[in-house]
Each structure stands twice: as structure tokens, then as C-alpha cells.
């Protein structure tokens, strides 16, 4: 059995529920109507084949649930529709990787219930025709899970893979159904628990605006039914959000737990000095200073320990030095963005699962989301040709959380004056 750990996506996880419970989202739930009708409507205008109709919803439904995954996934774990904290292209590219692995696992599935079922199917999936159907029932019972749950994991291996390659590599999905188990059961929770309680909470509400409808406006007022559906049509946000949160909160959850493991120092103590980086690294507390603008890393080695294993989303200390033109070159670029505060040089594996050196960027906290996007595109755009670039380097944007860890894990390359 895997190493299963705590992540930070538990603590997402509840603050996405939390936020899709709010009557916000019955407003949610408006745009995802409209793109849904209308490319619902495009497509049968265009009167495509059926195979090539089938094959477009799934397109049109994983753009709408790549809309707030990717945005998830970069650090808006409540988007809207209209996020800019991803693109269209972004998700589009989702949509086109949700679909090919809905077509990865939906062709088997296809020529079992054909050839193998012959489309028993039919017959029902109650425990007594199962039974009764003998080992068949057995493939049934496989074959029907399979469609319970593949679309919905398809969803989060979509928002975790960068290229078409790595949806048939077998990697993503050992990770997510072994490492990140705990994880994925957290996510079918969130997802259900999510749509029932909002139910709970509005039920008597639209009932009472359903009753004084018609009471005022007769038959006419029966249109409030259709807000019965708000969770059911509001569902794409909920699990996209969640889906793109699995891969952002992959990293270990800080705290004691009940096998005594010592809590991560807070980033109070840590800033004001209480504890060093080297007894934060241990566990120890002990006086010293909490950095410096020299480049400095710290012994931890993150959820993966010593094992050399790297777990999605973790970061570690670097493998290797740095080179002096390396550093020379970042802290000539970073001094050249008012945004940055700090940055740090540290190994992290990428959504393919390789280990690569990443500059992780701490901006000032009052810097707008448009102003992140430009400063990580302009930084991405300088790697190009860079000494980064020459080690296979990647840029991320940090919060708050992730900053803490790299001050702790991570060289430190610059620091805001």
C-alpha cells in the first residue's frame, strides 16, 4: 500500500463547498446553461455524424468543467466562468485531453458491453439480475463502476497532464489511485456532499418562493421550479473546481497529527525570528534568523522524504548547485518586475511527473490577478534562451503557503529590497 499523506487538499476541498453552498450559486450555474445550450444547439446545427457528435459534446462538456478545473489548478479555487486566472485555450486543451481519455476508457468498455455482455445492459443493474447472470454479472458490476467513475477521474487526470503523451502513460493514474487515493475519495465526497447539502440548505426556501409564486402569479410562477436544478446545472463548476484543487493541494498538510509528527513551525515564527530554518527543518525550536539575502537552503525534503520518490506538487531542496550565471541571471531579470518580493530555486516534479528546477515567485499580496498573469508571462517569456531554460527550468507563481515551504526548502535567489 501506498504512502497515503494529508494534503492541503482537504482544507480546499472545504473551502470550494463551502463557497459553492453560497446562493451565489444559482448565479454559477446561468452562464454554464447558456454555453451548454448554445453548443448544444451549434452542434446539431452543423449536423455532424453521429460518432463525431458524440465525440464534440464530450468536448463541449470538458470545456465548461476545464474552465474552473485550470483555474483551480493555477490558484483560483472558486472561479467563475469567466476567470482570468486561466484561458480559453486552456481550456479547450483540457476539453481535447478529457476526451481522449474518455475515449481510452470508453472503447473497452463499449466492446464489452457488445461482445462480451451483449448489451445486458439492458436488463438493468439491480443486484438480482447481476446475480443471476453469473460471471457476467461479475463483468457487469466491473463495467458499471468503470462508468460511474471514469468520467469524473478523467477530470482530474485531465487537469494534471500537460501533453496528449501523457494520457497513455499508466504514471497519472497509478499516482492518483494509489498516492493520492485518500484524495480521490475526499473529491467524491466533496462532490456529493456538496450537491445534497445544497439541497438541504434551499429546499424549503424555494419551496416557500415556488408557494408565494403562484399565489401571486399563478401557473406562470412554476418557472421557480427550474431553480430546483441549480446544483445539478451549477455540478461542472463544483467538480471542475474540485478536480483542478487535487492537483494544486498535492502538497503534504502541515500540523501535528496523531502520531505525534511535530507541526510546521507558523510563518510567524518563522519570519519574526522565533525559529530558524534549520530547527523548523527539524522540528527543533531554537533562536536565529528566519533568512537572509544570501542564498540559503534549508534539510527538508518534503512529502517524499528520503526515498527519492517525488510526489506531484512537492517541493524540495535542489539536487544539485546551481550555476553562478544562473543566479547572475535571475537576480538581473527579477530586480526588473515591482511585483516580486522574493524568489527561490527549488526541485518540484511537474504535472508529467518529472523533476525539474523551478523558480518559485513570491509577489507583493496586494498585486491584482491580471498583474500575476502578466508578470508570470514576462518571466516565461525571459526564460526562453536563459541559463533557466538550459536546465530544463519552469516558473510558478507562489502563495502564501507554497512560500513558506520554499523559504524553508528552497535557495533563495533574490529578495526585494
Known amino acids: 500500500m501506498a504512502d497515503l499523506k494529508t494534503t492541503e487538499f482537504r482544507g480546499l476541498a472545504g473551502e470550494i463547498v463551502a463557497g459553492f453552498l453560497k446562493p451565489e450559486t444559482f448565479l454559477t450555474a446561468i452562464p454554464i446553461a447558456i454555453v451548454f445550450v448554445i453548443g448544444t444547439l451549434l452542434i446539431g446545427a452543423i449536423g455532424l455524424p453521429q460518432m ?26 472558486l472561479a467563475g466562468m469567466f476567470s482570468t486566472a486561466s484561458s480559453a485555450g486552456d481550456a479547450l486543451n483540457y476539453a481535447i485531453r478529457y476526451t481522449i481519455l474518455t475515449i481510452l476508457w470508453g472503447l473497452p468498455v463499449f466492446l464489452i458491453q457488445k461482445y462480451i455482455l451483449k448489451n445486458m445492459f439492458m436488463y438493468g443493474f439491480d ?30 487526470i485531465a487537469a494534471g497532464t500537460d501533453s496528449i503523451g501523457d494520457l497513455f502513460s499508466a504514471k497519472p493514474w497509478l499516482w492518483l489511485l494509489t498516492t493520492r487515493l485518500n484524495d480521490v475519495i475526499c473529491f467524491y465526497a466533496s462532490v456529493v456532499g456538496g450537491i445534497v447539502t445544497f439541497y438541504i440548505l434551499y ?3 424555494l419551496v416557500v418562493l415556488a408557494v408565494v409564486g403562484m399565489s401571486i402569479a399563478g401557473e406562470k410562477a412554476l418557472l421557480v421550479l427550474v431553480l430546483f436544478f441549480t446544483p445539478l446545472a451549477a455540478s461542472p463548476a463544483l467538480i471542475g473546481r474540485l478536480a483542478g484543487a487535487v492537483i494544486a493541494g498535492g502538497n503534504e498538510q502541515s500540523g501535528s497529527d496523531s502520531s505525534g509528527a511535530t507541526a510546521v513551525p507558523s510563518a510567524e515564527d518563522i519570519l519574526s525570528g522565533k525559529v530558524s530554518l534549520d530547527s523548523a527543518s527539524s522540528g527543533t525550536s531554537s533562536p536565529g534568523p528566519a533568512s537572509s539575502d544570501t542564498p540559503q537552503s534549508g534539510s527538508v525534503t518534503g512529502p517524499a522524504g528520503g526515498s527519492g520518490e517525488y510526489g506531484l506538487g512537492t517541493i524540495h531542496k535542489l539536487s544539485s548547485e546551481p550555476s553562478d550565471e544562473l543566479i547572475k541571471w535571475l537576480r538581473e531579470e527579477l530586480k526588473n518586475h515591482e511585483a516580486i518580493v522574493s524568489a527561490y530555486l527549488f526541485d518540484k516534479a511537474d504535472k508529467s ?37 538550459a536546465v530544463k527550468g519552469t516558473i510558478i507563481l507562489l502563495d502564501d503557503k507554497s512560500a513558506l515551504r520554499a523559504n524553508m526548502v528552497g535557495l533563495k535567489v533574490y529578495q526585494k529590497k
Open 52 to 77: 463525431v457528435t458524440v465525440i464534440a459534446m464530450f468536448i463541449l462538456s470538458g470545456f465548461i468543467v476545464g474552465r474552473y478545473a485550470m483555474s483551480s489548478v493555477y490558484g483560483d479555487h
Open 127 to 156: 443486484p438480482q439480475s447481476m446475480a443471476s447472470a453469473g460471471f457476467n454479472g461479475i463483468i457487469m458490476a466491473i463495467t458499471f463502476f468503470i462508468i460511474i467513475v471514469a468520467p469524473t477521474l478523467s477530470y482530474i
Open 203 to 205: 429546499f424549503i426556501p
Open 353 to 389: 511527473g518529472q523533476v525539474r528546477t523551478t523558480l518559485g515567485i513570491k509577489l507583493s499580496d496586494d498585486t491584482p490577478l491580471g498583474g500575476r498573469q502578466k508578470t508570470g508571462k514576462a518571466l516565461a517569456q525571459a526564460a526562453r534562451g536563459s541559463p533557466l531554460a
